[in-house]
């Protein structure tokens, strides 16, 4: 069975940085594509970056250059390493697989709130 467990959240100051953690199991970590999404109170849950199986990554303008995406293909996790944290990112944020052996699959996700 898929299960995707996310890990890294936290109350930080605006400028400051978190590393987000999935860990993946029950899948092939090294052929399929994955992403971080973020959903705020009251607000639709948004893509924020993707990574491709090779590593290639793509992110929504409000977060480039801010946020990276990564994967460490030994221990089967993706990163989300984000500096430079404003308000805005307040959300919980989710790893997603987009497509594996028929279907979509989420993780539980993890808080970031970013408050002074």
């Known amino acids: 069975q898929v299960r995707l467990v996310e890990s890294g959240g936290g109350l930080v100051q605006p400028g400051e940085s978190l590393r987000l953690s999935c860990i993946a199991s029950g899948m092939n970590f090294r052929i399929v594509d994955m992403e971080w999404h973020r959903q705020a109170p009251g607000e639709e849950r948004e893509l924020v970056a993707k990574i491709t199986a090779g590593g290639a990554t793509d992110y929504i303008d409000a977060v480039k250059g801010r946020f990276t995406a990564s994967r460490d293909y030994a221990r089967n996790t993706l990163y989300l390493q984000m500096s430079s944290l404003k308000p805005d990112d307040t959300a919980r944020y989710y790893c997603?697989?987009?497509?594996?052996?028929?279907?979509?699959?989420w993780g539980q996700g993890t808080q970031v709130t970013v408050s002074s």
């Open positions: 997603h697989v987009p497509y594996y052996r028929g279907s979509q699959w």
